[in-house]
């Protein structure tokens, strides 16, 4: 029998998700109807990943990423690659889970997909934005206490950077100060505030910026508290590099095998807007777009073009004079990958212009993605995706804004217990008074 990633036992958490915690011991945690509809959908997606999987091994080590409690990436790790299956299967192909092609298991690619009567290798990989200096499990742990904590009056705080001294902070002081900063911009009707600095004898340091909180169902902003945000990823530049690093590493490891490869590629830390931008640029060149406005990606222009930090710049795809690795045949992107991201139209599939002869992926294999495709004059067209991952993946319509929590901030539990505990101190005085 195929276990759970999630047991079915009452919960009766109602708050926001921690820093601290990773987001399946959140999810495991909250009683909100959110996180309930979320732990279904997950467990029904890995046991239809482990009943296609021959290997015990490999559906074991999926359970185990899904269900890290210390490290937060894991998680995201196991979730592409078993919403992978189902976009996979879920086009009408054939789709075969951690084929082996050699006796050691060394060459193993998480899928491998028939279409188009060829044989394509699927490989996944959610690559990270570099994660910020002061990201410290001790620094997450000092904003669960000031979401906590602290009252904002109407702002979301924002971390920028923290240094502990030889001492812990003093938090009676940390909370005045905080308080008393966004009580005065509050007063005053400021709309943010950049570069507020705290700072302790001891050596302890905080800089924050604080912003105006917007109601989230106004400004679609689903954030998992509702105080602020930590930011506990960030990108320099665009995080193309990143991106072409993952696709790079990929496309070395199963170039021998000889056959198409498609990389799944979900990317954490790079804001959505900077999705088809920061995929480009990785597999393409910083200089790939047409800057006529025409919406044409020329490739020739960025070849001749290179110059300086541009010509030593790295992209996964290379140029036309100088392509690499042309046994990928495509990239199928997620910017900003997540479980409460999917549902959103922003899945892309980049050909790549200079696959080798053979290894050319069909166009329209995956109508949930916009898609990118060269002519022979290596100029780009973009076509609108046909298909919602909704409806593969079976998820409420309007995901996830239709199943936000309602829930009250504190369990039932707590506040019949709070109710009693103020009946018995009105009775008691009461009894007093007599």
């Known amino acids: 029998m195929t276990r759970l990633a999630f047991e079915h036992k009452r919960r009766k958490f109602h708050g926001p998700a921690k820093d601290a915690e990773t987001q399946f011991a959140h999810l495991d945690r909250s009683a909100c109807r959110h996180s309930e509809i979320a732990r279904n959908m997950v467990n029904a997606w890995y046991r239809d990943f482990a009943d296609a999987c021959d290997s015990p091994r490999k559906s074991k080590a999926q359970l185990n990423y899904l269900q890290d409690t210390k490290r937060a990436n894991p998680f995201n790790e196991a979730l592409l690659e078993i919403i992978s299956f189902q976009l996979l ?31 394509f290798l699927v490989e996944c990989t959610v690559r990270r934005a570099q994660e910020q200096p002061s990201t410290s499990r001790k620094s997450a742990q000092l904003w669960d206490w000031i ?50 600095e705290y ?43 990143l991106l072409e690093d993952a696709v ?25 807007h900077q999705g088809a931008a920061s995929l480009l640029h990785g597999m393409l060149g910083r200089n790939a777009y047409d800057k006529s406005g025409s919406r044409h990606i020329s490739l020739l222009a960025a070849d001749l073009n290179r110059s300086g930090d541009d010509r030593r710049a790295k992209a996964a795809f290379g140029f036309l004079t100088e392509p690499r690795n042309r046994n990928i045949s495509a990239v199928l992107y997620k910017p ?36 990118i495709w060269f002519d022979s004059s290596y100029r780009a067209e973009l076509t609108a995706a046909k298909q919602s991952d909704l409806d593969i993946l079976n998820l409420p319509e309007g995901w996830p804004t ?25 009775l008691g005085r009461n009894e007093e008074g007599r």
């Open 199 to 241: 700072r302790e004898d001891a050596g302890f340091e905080l800089e924050l910026s604080l912003h105006r909180a917007n109601r989230m169902k106004d400004d679609g902003d689903h954030h998992p508290r509702a105080i602020g945000k930590y930011p506990t990823v960030f990108t320099w530049g665009d995080g193309s590099p």
């Open 89 to 119: 299967s879920g086009t009408g192909f054939d789709v075969s889970v951690d084929p082996a092609f050699d006796e050691e298991g060394r060459l193993s690619p998480d899928f491998l997909l028939q279409a188009d009567s060829r044989d």
């Open 248 to 272: 790079s590493d990929k496309a070395h490891r199963y170039r021998e095998l000889n056959k198409p490869l498609i990389v799944v590629l979900g990317s954490g830390g790079i804001h959505a």
């Open 336 to 371: 900003d990958f997540g479980l409460w991201s999917i549902g959103k139209t922003d899945w892309l599939l980049l050909h790549n212009p200079f696959a080798l002869t053979g290894y050319e992926s069909p166009r329209g294999l995956f109508p949930f993605a916009h898609e």
């Open 147 to 196: 979401n906590e904590e602290v009252d904002p009056h109407g702002y979301r705080l924002f971390i920028s950077r923290v240094t502990y001294g030889t001492d812990n902070p003093r938090r009676r002081n940390l909370k005045r100060a905080l308080e008393r900063k966004t009580e005065q911009l509050d007063s005053q009707g400021e709309e943010a505030y950049y570069g507020f």
């Open 402 to 426: 239709s199943v936000e929590c309602d829930c009250d901030p504190y369990s039932r539990e707590e506040i019949d217990a709070a109710a009693a505990r103020l009946m018995d101190e009105f």
